[in-house]
């Protein structure tokens, strides 16, 4: 028996899609999990891209080590995570990565190495300037010469004590050397 209003036996169907909708479950649009959010529900954010962020501390770290023996190498480390920290830290800034500290950090640390790499050059070069003025430079030829006379001798025990002979001579010849006579 139906009660008035009911219609004739008509079940009802339930909510149907909308033109243009599939209900859920079905293939369309798929986000990064490979099924689409159902009507309303809020899509996962993308993973973060930390990686610029990472590679600027590595090579951060990288440059301030290397810049005290390898000048050249911590200056080469040190651009490379200035650039990288730069963009890590535009990413961050967009959201699209989550690791701005790192990102930071690697910048600093590369601009810190490229500040003793360029301390350390100019000192390099005023060291180098003096030692030349103040007659290394003909110390050091002299020493070649002295060392290329000692290879002629005939045995090599007699090469051995001249070649000593050149490096006490040279050690003499340095400015600020030890003169003759002087204890060790």
Known sequence: ???????????????????GQQPPGEPGYAGQG????AWGQP???????N????????????????CWWLP????ILGIVAIILGVVGRGRAKRLEANNKGMATTGLVLGILSLIV?????????????????FG???????FQDCLANASNQPNPAAVQ???????????????GGQQPGEPE
Do not use: H, W
């Not at 290394?136 to 002299?142: D, L, N, R, T």
């Open 51 to 66: 990686g610029m962020g990472i590679a600027a501390l590595v090579f951060g770290i990288l440059a301030l080590l290397t």
């Open 34 to 37: 490979g099924t689409a959010p």
């Open 117 to 133: 790499n360029i301390i350390l050059s100019v000192a390099l070069f005023f060291l180098g300037f003096a030692f030349l003025n």
């Open 1 to 19: 028996m139906s009660t008035p209003g009911d219609g004739y036996g008509q079940q009802g169907y339930g909510q149907q899609p909308g033109y």
């Open 72 to 75: 050249v190498v911590g200056g």
């Open 161 to 175: 004590q001249a070649a000593e002979q050149c490096g006490q001579q040279f050690g003499q010849q340095l400015p």
């Open 43 to 49: 899509t996962m954010p993308p993973k973060p891209r």
């Open 136 to 142: 290394g430079g003909q110390s050091i030829q002299q």
